[in-house]
Each structure stands twice: as C-alpha cells, then as structure tokens.
Nanobody, 124 residues
Framework: QVQLVESGGELVQAGGSLRLSCAAS????????MGWFRQAPGKEREFVAT????????DYADSLKERFTISRDNAKNTVYLQMNSLKPEDTAVYFC?????????????????WGQGTQVTVSS
C-alpha cells in the first residue's frame, strides 16, 4: 500500500505557473505508475497526465500537453506537475494517484491509490 500527499496548490493569476508535488510513503514508490487528475466543481474527475515507473514515458491530456509537464524523482518518492500559462478553466482540485502496472493509463478507475487533493485556483 502507498500513501499520497499533494501540495503546492494555491491561488494564482491567469498566465502564472505552479508546481504541484505529491509525496509518497509506504511501499516502493518506483513500483507504481503515477498520474495526476483534476476535478472542477460539478464536473467529473478528469485525466491530466501520467508517468511510467522509471519516468521515461509520459502521457498527457491532449488539451494540456503544451502547458503541463509531469516528472518524478524516485529517490525522493515524489511526483511533480509543472503547470504553465495557467487559465481560469484550470481551476480544480488536483489529485495524484498511483497504480500497479507497467502501462500508462488515463482511466480513473484503474488507479489503486489516491491523495486527498490540492486546490488550484486561477483568477482572471
């Protein structure tokens, strides 16, 4: 089992940048593919990005890949989400998640463990 704690969310102006972090504890971090998801009020949780166990392969939501970058540091048991050129529509609670398996995956239900989320608010 793995425990996940997100941080880094805050209020930012449109056009700004944020870096979210997700610290993992428990079982070996490098055993998990990691993902970031987000959920805006009244909307379903949606895929943002995912990264393979070793960090060599990534996948992004098509609308976000030009502005967001996922990375991980297995020595620090941490996964990151760098978000640039933020827009008001990026406002949401951002969750990190872990799944057991080798392949990248965009499906919410395929992830085994979730953090509590961190709020990102982008003002216009």
């Amino acid at each position: 089992q793995v425990q996940l704690v997100e941080s880094g969310g805050e209020l930012v102006q449109a056009g700004g940048s944020l870096r979210l972090s997700c610290a993992a504890s428990g079982r070996t971090f490098s055993s998990y593919a990691m993902g970031w998801f987000r959920q805006a009020p009244g909307k379903e949780r949606e895929f943002v990005a995912t990264i393979s166990r070793g960090g060599g392969t990534t996948d992004y939501a098509d609308s976000l890949k030009e502005r967001f970058t996922i990375s991980r540091d297995n020595a620090k048991n941490t996964v990151y989400l760098q978000m640039n050129s933020l827009k008001p529509e990026d406002t949401a609670v951002y969750f990190c998640a872990a799944r057991e398996g080798w392949s990248l995956d965009r499906v919410v239900d395929d992830y085994n463990y979730w953090g509590q989320g961190t709020q990102v608010t982008v003002s216009s």
